[in-house]
């Protein structure tokens, strides 16, 4: 619901804000006062095309801004979730438009294109009139204005399950074709090159523990040079580590029996040190007799050049040649068993096919149904709207399974002639804009729309009167029950009806002529109605009629 707007230099509105409640709202005013104006700016921040035209004179830039309260489901929050934008229950949009035509757009203090806004309006606000265009005149919009109608929501969504799942098994039936038919083509190659991994049989770290081996290899004769000498500074007879140990060992041994022990844990020490490096130097020896033996290197190299000639062949790293061997054990079995899944997969896909046409078809005898019902009650608003030669249909075409799509199965359109037997066209063809204005209100009084949407309405009443006008009126009351309606109308009988009412007038200052709006009371809506009963000469009797208005 459209709950405040606020106006900024825009045209001939200097500062204008206006507050806005539920129910049925009615802008009154002289011809020419500025009532267009209000639209203007409203579709502004609806992300409608923005015009220089728009910045009052001698001014930088306009500012419009509207406020909504929207519940927590509204399809508008879900649009901005898309769009990972912050938002609270108050909804508030702000555009300003430069004089040199630049606008900025945003919603919740948040900057957002003229595109997003334009999306975020259609769910927010609809405007009905002769000059203004609506998703209802729009055909590709009209089977879901008749699911929504007769509340087919619960079949819609079962026939979009069904005809993805469809979708869904014929793509994988193409894939696998495709798969089968291309591993048929290889299927020679596919089985050489298993052969030879599997003979290979590589490992999945094999390459870098061969690498290491081999450069310890190719490095065996200064390795084994270096652990030589530490063997000899190790053991040698004369002036090796452990000779010289000995030695002092027996120094130590003489010094303990000279002092009655007293050396006896250095000694213990020394003899813990000396079995330590003896230790060292058979774990040296044992190394150096394997470094000794680089006969292996030849069979390492040859490894290496398999697995990288392998590597090569099929453009793998060769880590991922064990990988290569199960996929083509796996792809083989699968081509063995090919054609029998293929099978299996048609069959899954088949039976998805005929559970969507059942499905379509059902929802199409809904449709046909539901049609009937909402041309009917369309039909009984006509003649109370001076539309009593006209026709409302909806025409249901019937596809082929061609023109199937995961909205079923039907061409749906709204078809309209304003002249009795006259040829019947569809809606947004229907040449009168007064006549069309009246079409898309007995569509709304009907259609069962959930969301919460400000309706609108700009002159609907244009060109009728007396009981056409009240009709009008009447049925404007009863949209206002379900949605906040706002109507522009010169019409006495509509604006009676109204619950709130607000006056548009220009007046002349001494620098510039401006538009404001003045919320009327009682009073002022009396003098405001009778005006509009006996146009600029108020009488007595216009103010009675005004009263009785007014009191219906």
């Not at 130097?281 to 033996?293: A, C, F, I, V």
């Not at 019937?398 to 061409?411: I, K």
């Not at 009443?461 to 109507?487: C, K, P, W, Y």
Request: glycine content about 6%.
């Amino acid at each position: 619901m459209l709950t405040h707007l606020n106006i900024q230099h825009f045209v001939l509105i200097d500062q204008l804000s206006l507050n806005f409640n539920k129910g049925f709202s009615v802008f009154t005013g002289e011809t020419g006062a500025g009532k267009s104006i209000l639209l203007d700016a409203l579709s502004l921040i609806l992300g409608e095309r923005a015009e220089t035209r728009y910045v009052a004179p001698n001014t930088e830039q306009a500012v419009v801004s509207a406020s909504f309260t929207l519940p927590q489901k509204h399809s508008a929050f879900k649009i901005l979730d898309e769009q990972g934008l912050a938002h609270e229950d108050e909804l508030i949009i702000r555009r300003a438009l430069t004089k040199d035509g630049k606008s900025k757009c945003f919603v919740c203090d948040q900057p957002v294109s003229v595109g997003l806004l334009k999306t975020l309006g259609e769910t927010l606000v609809e405007i009905h009139g002769q000059f203004a265009t609506h998703s209802l005149l729009n055909p590709a919009t009209h089977g879901t204005t008749l699911d929504n109608y007769g509340n087919l929501g619960k079949t819609v969504q079962s026939v979009q399950k069904k005809w993805h799942d469809w979708q869904e098994k014929k793509e994988a039936v193409q894939n696998f074709e495709s798969q089968l038919a291309q591993q048929k083509s290889d299927e020679d190659f596919m089985r050489e090159s298993l052969d030879e991994l599997t003979d290979l049989n590589p490992k999945p770290d094999e390459e870098e523990k061969l690498t290491i081996r081999r450069t310890e290899l190719l490095n065996a004769e200064r390795i084994i040079e270096n652990v030589k000498n530490a063997c000899e500074l190790l053991g040698d007879e004369e002036q090796g580590v452990l000779r010289l140990i000995s030695k002092t060992d027996s120094q130590l041994m003489n010094a303990d029996k000279i002092t009655n022990g007293s050396f006896e844990n250095e000694i213990n020490q020394l003899a813990d040190a000396q079995n330590l490096l003896t230790d060292l130097s058979d774990t040296l020896e044992h190394k150096l007799n394997d470094l000794g033996d680089t006969s292996e290197l030849p069979a390492i190299d040859e490894r290496l050049f398999q697995l990288r000639d392998l590597a090569r062949k099929h453009h793998v790293e060769i880590a991922h040649l064990p990988e290569l061997r199960d996929k083509l054990a796996h792809d083989l079995k699968m081509l063995t068993n090919g054609e029998d899944e293929l099978i299996r997969f048609k069959k899954l896909a088949e039976q998805a096919r005929l559970d969507y046409l059942t499905e379509a078809r059902k929802l199409s005898q809904e449709r046909h149904c539901t049609g009937e019902k909402l041309a009917k009650a369309v039909m009984r608003e006509l003649p109370d709207l001076k539309l009593e030669k006209a026709t409302f249909q909806v025409n249901i075409q019937d596809t082929d399974e061609s023109l199937a799509g995961p909205n079923g199965m039907n061409q749906i359109t709204f078809m309209v002639t304003t002249n009795k037997g006259g040829m019947l066209t569809p809606i947004h063809k229907c040449a009168s804009g007064g006549e069309l204005a009246r079409f898309m209100l007995a569509l709304k009084v009907n259609l069962a729309d959930k969301n919460d949407t400000t309706l609108i309405f700009d002159e609907i009443d244009t060109g009728i009167s007396g009981a056409t006008a009240a009709a009008v009126g009447e049925r404007l009351a009863r949209l206002a029950e379900m949605h906040q309606t706002l109507v522009i109308t010169h019409s006495p009988q509509v604006a009676g009806l109204g619950k709130h009412h607000y006056l548009v007038q220009k007046t002349d200052t001494k620098n510039a002529t401006v538009t404001s709006v003045q919320t009327l009371d009682r009073i002022g809506r009396l003098e405001e109605i009778a005006r509009l009963v006996s146009g600029a000469k108020i009488t007595d009797k216009s103010r009675e009629l005004a009263k009785e208005l007014l009191k219906n």
